[in-house]
């Protein structure tokens, strides 16, 4: 049975945690860490099996599994106290993993392990399969609402209004690893699709805000020596917090379930 903590108990980080009521198979939720402590202390108390609220730290000391579901900022933090006791690291944060590439020698030196979650980014074994041979180019448009986008760094420097638009606007074009820095919280799908292909920089990116979505939209051209495909990706917004799609919690789900399960399903 793995020990599994949870740092960061918002949009994604709350319903992982109620999974695990459910039944994670080989899992047990023993421990969480939270900015919010009052709200967390709530999310805990409706939880069926007794859990602790813990530091960073403490977490990272008592946990076979740490699942970062944390904003960004505290990334690093996690992924230290982490790998210095040489755990498991399951996260989506593919913007963190840019921001911090050293952390890939920290893991092999310790024994631990990073595992980077599909995300929103359906269809990331595809490419991970055609990064095996070589692929030549990967395209990359992100259309979402204004909502999902305002509070963006690029947006707010940028002085970008996204106030009552009448049509669809470009906002950023650029490489995904430049898309991660401007759009931290919103294209993470950008820096897994850059991890899992032909790397951050040569990846292509336009972000566009569109008044008619009501989606986070993603439209991926990927041609490669092995196969040439598109994929059209359409996620709901999560009802907390419109920049996450749904299905972003439930890929860490399904990836802890898989990393206990007697048939796992996918590379």
């Known amino acids: 049975m793995l020990s599994v903590g949870i ?19 080989g899992m047990s939720l023993v421990a969480i860490a939270s900015g919010r402590r009052g709200k967390a202390l709530a999310s805990i108390a409706d939880l069926s099996s007794p859990v602790e609220l813990m530091s960073i730290d403490e977490v990272a000391a008592c946990c076979d599994v740490i699942v ?54 359906l269809g990331l074994d595809a490419v991970r399969a055609a990064a095996e041979g070589k692929i030549h180019s990967v ?20 002085n970008i209004s996204l106030d009552r638009l009448n049509g669809a606007i470009q906002v950023f074009k650029g490489s995904a690893r430049e898309g991660a820095k401007a759009f931290p919280a919103n294209v993470n799908v950008a820096a897994a699709l850059g991890l899992a292909g032909i790397g951050a920089d040569a990846t292509e990116l336009e972000v566009w805000a569109d008044p008619h979505l009501d989606r ?33 919690a439930l890929s860490v789900i399904a990836c802890l379930r898989g990393m206990t399960a007697p048939i796992k399903i996918g590379s």
Do not use: Y
């Not at 740092?7 to 198979?25: C, R, S, Y």
């Not at 006791?85 to 593919?94: A, Q």
């Not at 990359?140 to 963006?152: E, S, V, Y």
């Not at 986070?216 to 799609?245: M, R, Y």
């Open 216 to 248: 986070n939209t993603h439209s991926i051209e990927v041609d490669a020596d092995s196969a040439k495909f598109t994929l059209q990706i359409q996620n709901v917004q999560s009802e907390s917090n419109p920049g996450t799609g749904k299905i972003t």
């Open 68 to 121: 970062d579901c944390a904003p960004k900022s505290v990334f690093r933090d996690i992924a230290i106290a982490a790998f210095s006791r040489g755990r498991i690291l399951v996260t989506v944060s593919g913007s963190g993993i840019l921001a911090h590439e050293d952390i890939e020698d920290m893991a092999r030196e310790n024994g631990g392990q990073l595992v980077l979650a599909t995300g929103a980014l």
């Open 139 to 158: 395209r990359m448009i992100t259309r979402k609402p204004p909502n999902a986008l305002k509070d963006a760094p690029h947006i707010i420097d940028n």
């Open 7 to 25: 740092i960061g108990l918002g949009t994604i980080g709350n319903v992982v945690a109620k999974a695990f009521d459910e039944g994670v198979n």
